[in-house]
């Protein structure tokens, strides 16, 4: 069986991407499994730039398939902010209670037609002759309040299009069937099965 390699240390990241990997006949492992040492950087500029980043260190050094995930969530009315610095919007040992609460300190009194957001997830797939990339987005707009305990990050403050509860208020099960990282991943799958069939030949 194909060994995958999740290049994340944030557990609830790992464990989404886990459940939606489920179905595939691989071995997937966390970084905390294969290495307690390895430091991931996550200093570009772009989405794209942090996920090839990851996966290309957890490749040389473990020689094994990597999969990297860096997303984040996008404020129109602030011009894409948080973007990249979502996880250290409130600074670099922000906690997500401390990043919601600069993020709706900022977005305090402005409208509700002009609270769009989206929700984006670029995956970088790296291995042996292998480089792919996906994207997946969910649209929806910043709540005034934190709602819900599910979930991690923006997810309290989230509300995807077509919803009136938050990502925190929504199941699992119902968030994995929406999700900017579902929708990147159902595409990396079909990626993933080309690949490791050709990986297994």
Same mark, same amino acid.
């Given at each position: 069986m194909t060994k995958l390699i999740l290049a994340t240390r944030n557990i609830h990241k790992a464990r989404e991407l886990q =459940?939606?990997?489920d179905d595939l006949n691989v071995d997937v492992? =966390?970084?905390?499994?294969? $290495? =307690?040492?390895l430091m991931l950087r996550e200093d570009g500029t772009t989405f794209e730039a942090n996920a090839f980043q990851k996966a290309r260190t957890v490749y040389h050094h473990t020689k094994l398939l990597a999969l990297a995930d860096d997303s984040g969530l996008? @404020?129109?009315?602030?011009n894409?902010?948080?973007? @990249?610095?979502?996880?250290?919007?409130a600074g670099e040992e922000a906690t997500d209670e401390m990043n919601n609460q600069k993020?709706? =300190?900022?977005?305090?009194? @402005?409208?509700?037609r002009r609270?769009?957001?989206?929700?984006? $997830?670029?995956l970088a797939l790296v291995g042996d002759r292998v480089e792919e990339m996906t994207e997946g987005i969910c649209t929806g707009m910043l709540g005034e309040k934190s709602h819900g305990t599910n979930g991690f990050g923006y997810d309290p403050i989230f509300i995807p299009t077509g919803f009136s509860k938050t990502y925190a208020e929504l199941t699992a099960e119902e968030k994995n069937l929406i999700s900017h990282r579902a929708r990147?991943?159902?595409?990396?799958?079909? @990626?993933l099965k080309v690949k490791l069939h050709f990986l297994t030949k």
């Open positions: =459940t939606l990997l492992l =966390t970084l905390n499994e294969i $290495s =307690t040492e996008e @404020v129109f009315y602030l894409g902010r948080p973007g @990249v610095f979502s996880a250290r919007y993020l709706l =300190t900022e977005m305090r009194a @402005v409208a509700p609270r769009r957001a989206q929700f984006r $997830s670029i990147s991943l159902a595409k990396m799958k079909e @990626v």
